[in-house]
C-alpha cells in the first residue's frame, strides 16, 4: 500500500522514468511502490499510458477532474487477484437478514460520526441527540434514522438553514471532498471484484457505482470534520488542494491509527469476508481528529 499522494495541478506532462513517476521534469520522481493516490486537477495535462499502466499494476488510484475542477472519473481496474463472477455471486446470493443489519451496522455508524463531529466543535447537546438516534437503528434503517439525523445534523454544523440541496462554497467543498472518497472507495471494491452497480441499499440504475454510494456513508462525517475545518468560500483551486489532503488525514480503522485511504482499503477488504461469512462487521472508519497520519 502506497502512501504517497500527489496533487497535480498545472500542466505538466507526466512520465515514468526507471520505475519512478516523473511530474515535473527536472525534479526528481515518486518511486511508482509508494504512490497511494494521483489527482490530475488541470485538462492540459498530459500523462502517458504507460504511466497509467504502471500505476494501475502498483494500485495506484488515479483521479481525473473536468474543466469545473470537479473529479469525474477514475481509474479503474479490469483484472485483479479476484475473480468478479465469483465475487458478484456472493453479492447476489447475501441473504436479506444478512443484507438489512450490514445496512443498520453503516447508518449507525455514519450517525455516531456524525455525532463525534459535533462533539469535535463543541455542539454537545445535539451530539447527544445524533447518539441517540444512533443507538435507536434498526434492522435496515427502516424508520429512516439516517435522514432524521440529517436535519439535525448539517444545520447544528454549519448553520441554521443550512440544506445539503443548495449551492454554495460549503457544498461545493464537502461534494468535492465526497468525490475524492468515493473514487479511493470505487477502486479497492473494483480491485476485490465488486460489482460496483449492485449496491447494499442504493439501487439507482443509472448509478455505477451504488456500492461505493453506501460504504462512503461512514466515511461522510469524517469529510465534513475537516471541510468545516476550512474558511468557509467556494472550493477554489488553493481551497480544493487542501481539500486533497482528506485522503491522509488520520482515522481511527478497527482500533488502529490509519490514513483514511488506508481505512478505505480495510473497509472494503473487510466488506468482501462479510459476503463470504468470514466475518459479521466491517472495520468501519471513526473520527480521530484532524491530524495527518505520519507513516513509520
Known amino acids: 500500500m502506497g502512501y504517497i499522494n500527489i496533487f497535480i495541478g498545472s500542466e505538466e506532462t507526466v512520465r515514468v522514468k526507471e520505475g519512478k513517476l516523473v511530474v515535473r521534469e527536472g ?56 475473480r468478479r463472477l465469483s465475487v458478484l455471486e456472493l453479492q447476489t446470493a447475501l441473504p436479506k437478514p444478512r443484507k438489512k443489519r450490514l445496512w443498520q451496522a453503516i447508518v449507525r455508524c455514519k450517525l455516531e460520526g456524525q455525532a463525534a463531529c459535533l462533539h469535535f466543535y463543541g455542539k454537545g447537546e445535539e451530539a447527544e441527540k445524533m447518539e441517540e438516534l444512533a443507538a435507536r437503528v434498526v434492522s435496515n434503517d427502516a424508520d429512516n434514522r439516517e435522514a432524521e439525523g440529517a436535519r439535525l445534523y448539517f444545520p447544528a454544523l454549519f448553520g441554521k438553514g443550512f440544506t445539503r440541496g443548495e449551492e454554495n462554497g460549503v457544498n461545493g467543498m464537502l ?99 462479510y459476503y463470504k461469512g468470514e466475518r459479521d462487521d466491517l472495520v468501519m472508519p471513526r473520527l480521530s481528529g484532524l491530524r495527518e497520519h505520519l507513516y513509520e
Request: net charge negative.
Open 27 to 82: 525534479r526528481e520522481g515518486f518511486p511508482l511502490e509508494d504512490i497511494n493516490c494521483v489527482m490530475a486537477d488541470n485538462l492540459r495535462i498530459n500523462v502517458s499510458l504507460y504511466a497509467l499502466n504502471e500505476l494501475m499494476k502498483t494500485g495506484a488510484t488515479v483521479i481525473f477532474c473536468d474543466e469545473k475542477h470537479t473529479p469525474s472519473a477514475c481509474l479503474l481496474p479490469f483484472g485483479g487477484y479476484y
Open 175 to 273: 461534494n468535492y471532498a465526497y468525490a475524492i472518497v468515493r473514487s479511493l472507495i470505487a477502486r479497492h471494491l473494483c480491485a476485490r471484484g465488486f460489482e460496483c452497480a449492485y449496491g447494499i441499499f442504493h439501487k439507482n440504475q443509472f448509478n455505477a457505482f451504488n456500492l461505493a454510494d453506501d460504504i462512503l456513508e461512514p466515511f461522510r462525517p469524517i469529510v465534513d470534520c475537516f471541510a468545516a475545518s476550512l474558511p468557509p468560500g467556494e472550493p477554489d483551486p488553493a481551497r480544493k488542494r487542501e481539500l486533497f489532503r482528506i485522503v491522509n488525514l488520520e482515522v481511527d480503522s478497527g482500533g488502529q491509527a490509519h490514513s483514511l485511504s488506508n481505512a478505505v482499503e480495510r473497509t472494503a477488504e473487510s466488506l468482501l469476508a
